[in-house]
């Protein structure tokens, strides 16, 4: 009997052996079927985040660009060398600095448009900006062993490419950042004749309390009677949300405007430093004495009269160039005799920013000259915005500054490029993303 038995328990082991094995073979079919669904996690993973970082760099290159598309004749190398700067400050392939070495936005990936989205590299014609770039060289690890595994490495390469783009072009704002000073329009003055005032022409900031019609004065944005604040809203940052319609307030005499404003031409105190305090692309100055043409002046884009300054010449031109508030040189002094015909004349200031393709002007600067003033009517309410040019620095807090009046703030062809919400109707062109 039991030798009938020993048959059949050697039948039923070997019967249990097998099935361990295929049990060992399911196993490995389905850590190999994980695996491949975890290298696509993890890999194609990887490809959305870099995808994710490429796109936030192109949106900030195409809006930086866009904002440069003054229709000015440096228009698109200024738009250009925006987009580039702005674009290589993210971090793109898994937040590396370097974008892991694989090469970063260059001038040929910013690329412009006119009104009908035609290509265009007249600057006069560009009103959008597009910035595509391609990432190449992101790479596959799980997917590439797989294909090796599989004996099917070349549809699964070591590395891939990834590909962003965006356009962006200016449009109106329903609120800004200008400047808390403010306009009055001249009798009969109206937006459609430029409130009375001539494109280049001079405007003195007075140091009162309220203009009156033709003038300009200092007032708070936040529509508070502060001297402090005034500092405040004219610092880097300043004020934002400025509307149609807010009424401003109207501070006392100036105690420390000189330093914010001055910063802006590159001017310093003490420890302040262009780093921080960041100047525009150049800080050479106009006055009477040093730009000699009558009104309207045109130190923004014009050519100096006889009599000017041996080292005198548009905003335009100097910006290129990146000059200092001396021009090439770093002496204060010696600026403000340019500016002003007396040394003496910054004696509380002490440095300047560095002027030069290699300099601190064109390292740590960008447009703060070209700002936005409100225009507002005799109960100190906001009607519109204008487009101004700032001259000079400060000789001191309660002393008068003049702007270049540059045409209303919302038309295509402003050279103003102000921060602020898009979605108006009317105020100053914001940079806006497009597609």
């Known amino acids: 009997m039991f030798a009938h038995l ?4 050697a039948i039923r082991a070997g019967a249990r052996k097998r099935q361990a094995g295929a049990v060992i073979l399911m196993v490995c079919f389905m850590l190999f079927f994980l695996l491949g669904f975890v290298a696509i996690a ?15 760099a192109m949106d900030a290159c195409a809006l930086a660009a866009a904002q440069e598309l003054d229709g000015q004749s440096t228009a698109l190398t200024r738009a250009r060398n925006a987009g580039i700067t ?4 993210n971090r793109v392939n898994l937040q590396s600095a370097n974008w892991d070495g694989k090469g970063q936005v260059v ?19 560009a009103r959008y900006a597009q910035c595509q770039h391609t990432q190449q060289g992101v790479r596959m690890w799980l997917l590439h062993a ?11 390469p070591t590395s891939r490419a990834v590909l962003a783009s965006a356009v962006a072009t200016r449009a109106s704002a329903q609120s800004t950042c200008p400047i808390p000073v403010a306009l009055k329009a001249r009798p009969g003055g109206s937006r459609a ?87 525009d692309q150049t800080g050479y100055s106009y006055t009477s004495f040093n730009w000699k043409n009558a009104v309207p002046q045109n130190a923004f884009n014009g050519t100096p009269a006889a009599g000017s300054d041996a080292t005198a010449a548009n905003y335009v031109t100097k910006r290129a160039a990146y000059a200092s508030f001396d021009d090439t040189g770093t002496n204060l002094k010696d600026g403000a005799k340019i500016v002003w015909g007396d040394m003496n004349k910054l004696n509380s200031f002490q440095k300047l920013a560095t002027p030069g393709p290699s300099g601190q ?18 109960a100190a309410q906001v009607t519109d915005f204008v487009c101004m040019f700032m001259l000079h620095p400060l000789t001191g807090p309660n002393d008068p500054a003049q702007l270049e009046y540059r045409g209303l703030a919302g038309i295509p062809n402003s050279p103003c490029a102000p921060s602020g919400l898009p979605g108006g109707t009317a105020g100053p062109l914001v940079p806006v993303l497009v597609r």
Not at 6 to 9: D, G, N, S, T, Y
Not at 108 to 123: L, Q, V
Not at 362 to 378: A, F, K, S, T, W
């Open 86 to 89: 702005a674009a290589n400050l």
């Open 361 to 378: 002007h064109r390292q740590y600067g960008y447009d703060r000259r070209l700002v936005v003033v409100p225009v507002i009517n005799d």
């Open 107 to 125: 001038g040929t990936d910013i690329t412009f448009k006119d009104g009908a989205y035609a290509p265009t590299t007249a600057p006069a014609s």
């Open 193 to 279: 004749n430029n409130f009375g005032f001539q494109i280049g022409e001079w405007v003195t900031v007075f140091d009162k309390g309220g203009a009156s019609a033709g003038e300009m004065g200092w007032y708070n944005l936040d529509g508070s009677k502060s001297a402090s604040e005034t500092a405040a809203e004219l610092s880097e940052g300043g004020h934002c949300g400025t509307r149609i319609g807010d009424t401003l307030g109207t501070p006392g005499a100036q105690t420390s405007v000189d330093r914010p404003w001055n910063y802006r031409f590159g001017v310093y105190k003490n420890t302040d430093s262009p780093s921080v305090n960041h100047p």
């Open 42 to 56: 993890f890999d194609f993973g990887r490809l959305f985040i870099v995808k994710t970082e490429l796109q936030t």
């Open 146 to 156: 797989m294909g090796a595994f599989t004996g099917n490495a070349a549809a699964n």
């Open 6 to 9: 020993l048959p059949l328990q």
